[in-house]
């Protein structure tokens, strides 16, 4: 596995970048993309292009490059009041920039906010998805969109499932899980692992 050194944020972690990348792998032979919703400045990105590059497996990321949307009321934490609308607003132009930095083959980079994208902006098949929206809607929104896209023995990873300042990325996961149900919920660092 590749080593994980200096990050270019700290929206994850050294182990939750290890943790990511180790369940990637483990779908390295499920048929089907990988897609991230909310890739911010690409912290995550340049890890997971770096680890597709000699594959035949296509990197998708999503992005409002606006920064957070507003909140609702499940979002709200005494924890999290410092997560405002516009908060962490990057551009797709630091994006590519980081992407280009890094070496990595570019891949498919969408903007718009996750309720506005169409089934026709996401992969036929997705074996690994990495969903870090920090909010309900935007954990719950990129959950609708890539289930029936999912191939048998995918994995969904969600950040902030275990996050007291972010509480509805959790609610968003508890509720999908009730009628969507998974064949395991693990939860690791601030990492929700669903083996789908
Ligand atoms: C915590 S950051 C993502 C960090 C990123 N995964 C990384 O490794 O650097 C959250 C990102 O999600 C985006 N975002 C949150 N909700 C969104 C929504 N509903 N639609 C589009 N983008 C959204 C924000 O613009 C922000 O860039």
Known sequence: MQ?????????????????ILR?????????????????YVGTTSVYLARELQNTSKQLF??????????????DNSPAGEQFQPGELHATKK?????????????????????????????PPQISFAFLDGDY??????????IWPRL???AIVVVDDYANEALPGAAKA?????KTHP????????????LEV
């Open 173 to 177: 996961v508890n509720e999908w899980t």
């Open 151 to 153: 191939a048998p023995g």
């Open 61 to 74: 990321l999503y992005d409002s490059f606006a920064g957070l949307p507003e909140k609702r009321p499940e």
């Open 94 to 122: 630091e994006l590519i920039r980081n992407l280009k930095q890094a070496n990595v083959p570019l891949p498919k980079i969408t903007k718009g906010w996750f309720c506005d994208i169409t089934p026709e902006q996401v």
């Open 23 to 39: 369940e990637l792998l483990k779908t390295a032979a499920v048929p089907g993309d990988v897609v991230e919703f909310g890739c």
């Open 182 to 193: 998974v064949k395991r919920l693990k939860v690791e660092a601030s990492l929700a692992i």
């Open 136 to 145: 309900y809607d935007s954990v719950r929104d990129p959950l609708k969109l």
């Open 3 to 19: 080593r994980v050194e200096k990050l270019l944020s700290d929206q994850v972690s050294q182990q939750e970048v290890r943790v």
